[in-house]
């Protein structure tokens, strides 16, 4: 497809269980965002990919979550052990042009019960 | 750190002009945006401004930046009921990758 996509777009999952999120960005995009929103908050950075590596994974907020981008394509965004506060919208950005416009993907729904 | 500010609620009137106001505290910044997004869909970019630029317009849209406040503002002209949305503003430092959003503003047209 064009644009950015993303799967699963709901997940509901109960607390303590592993969760998988993916994305797959634009065709040709270097540049790989993962960022958390929760309800009625903006955009919260997560980690940033530039190729197969980790630029900056700053933004994860505990060892539970892991993201990896294999061959510098799709991206898995992992979560263990999953707790109710990790609730949230995931979504995946892809970059590619140097002026660093993000094109999202609709999100990843997350409900942790 | 990056720490980005934009008020709640916006509600005008169609036709009339709609200003969002956003602070941003990294005085390095290089670029910064404004994205939309509609209920149940991701962030769309609207428009972005470089740091070395007063303003920007396109279309409906002008973005004004003052630097030495750090306040970045858009003003939508002509407000229609489509422009009902949420309103984020963004920063990315120079030399950096990593974009910091505001906590986003909700422009509600009334028709």
């Known amino acids: 497809g064009a644009g950015v996509s993303q799967t699963p777009s709901n997940k509901v999952t109960e607390k303590g269980k592993y969760v998988e999120l993916r994305c797959d960005p634009i065709s040709g995009h270097t540049a790989l965002y993962w960022y958390r929103q929760s309800l009625g908050q903006g955009p919260e950075f997560l980690i940033y990919f530039q190729g197969t590596g980790a630029a900056d994974d700053s933004g994860l907020p505990n060892d539970r979550f892991f993201a990896v981008r294999p061959e510098g394509s799709v991206s898995t965004l992992k979560i263990q052990r999953t707790e109710r506060g990790d609730s949230a919208v995931y979504l995946c950005?892809?970059?590619?042009?140097?002026?660093?416009?993000?094109?999202f993907g609709e999100g990843s729904r997350l409900t942790v019960l | 750190g990056e720490d980005v500010e934009q008020s709640l609620f916006l509600s005008v009137r169609e036709g009339d002009s709609s200003v969002i106001n956003c602070t941003y505290t990294d005085s390095s910044s290089t670029y910064l945006y404004w994205y939309k997004q509609e209920p149940g869909a991701g962030l769309q970019l609207l428009t972005y401004?470089?740091?070395?630029?007063d303003m920007k317009q396109d279309q409906r849209l002008t973005v004004l930046l003052n630097k030495k406040d750090k306040h970045l503002s858009l003003r939508i002209a002509d407000t229609q009921t489509g422009d009902s949305a949420i309103y984020f503003c963004a920063e990315r430092p120079g030399g950096y990758q990593k974009v910091t959003f505001g906590t986003g503003t909700k422009l509600q047209v009334i028709p």
């Open positions: 950005a892809s970059s590619f042009t140097s002026t660093g416009e993000l094109f």
């Open positions: 401004i470089f740091s070395n630029m």
